[in-house]
């Protein structure tokens, strides 16, 4: 069984579990740990204080159904930076990316606004995520010298200029993990556990900060709007021809682009390579058929362009984590 749920609505069981003492809240003047609702699972949510505009939230829980969060963001008071050590889910924001899967691989820093965000989350499978909630007070301590758009975005959003909403989504290396684990695992109290989580937080943001400095460097190309049309537009005709796509050269040729130029600009738009995107789409395309037609597994393959079993059973778990198999038993619960 599948629940929808809102923002609203789940703030609100939340509540109702508090007033009925069902669940008991713990603040200190730093930080407050919430038990999750038992209606709807398992585990809990820490959210600690650290110096002004920085907090952390550490959610460790279960759902016991499947459940569809929907959030309607109506502004961009804040800047997230998101991790993930277990678990994972599926993500959409209206106008903003493809439906995907925010997983342990992966990191995110995103601000949005006007929009709509939908997350499927899986029954039965626990998540550990460490979230970093920004506001604008924070980056008062900074200073973006860079002409990286990410730091003029930032500027521009600390001053109340208009902005886009922008996601830019990372590679999390061995030493991104490192660090989350010591946060999770910090071996201090009281102010001690500050200084210390607080040295590893901002470590955190260094490090995907540069990650995200490191991509612009690579994909340093200048790319007018008549560029960005062409790239979107080998874009679609990649989703298109998913099945049997043309090669990079001659999908490079059919929109008026060299293949270095092309290749460049998806990691420009889409943080991916030309093939990357491809696998991914065809993956997602995958896990549709099974979750909302149950396809045999290998007619899926197939269907998605896969001539190998075995392949396409490797590719799907390590996007998604688990087999194409063991999706399709807990899609089916």
Known sequence: MTISISTEEFKAIWQESIEKGEIKEYRSKTETITPFPPYLGTGFWWEIELRNGLTVLIQDYCYHQKIIEIDKVESSSQLVSSFYLKGGYTSTVDNLFLSREVTPKNNQLFLIKDTIEKDEIPANKPILAIKLIIDKEFLNHLCFESNHPLFQHLERWRK?????????????????????????????QGCLAQMYLESKIMDLLRLQFEQILTLEIEQKLSFNRDDIERIYQAKNILINNYKDPPSLINLARQVGLNDYKLKKGFLHCFQMTVFGYLRHYRLLEAQRLIKDYNYNIAGVASQVGYKSLGSFSSAFKAEFGVSPKQYQKQSSL
């Open 160 to 188: 109340d200029q208009e902005i886009e909403p922008f996601l830019y989504n990372c590679q999390t290396s061995a030493h991104l993990e490192t660090l989350l684990k010591q946060i999770i695992d910090c071996p201090y």
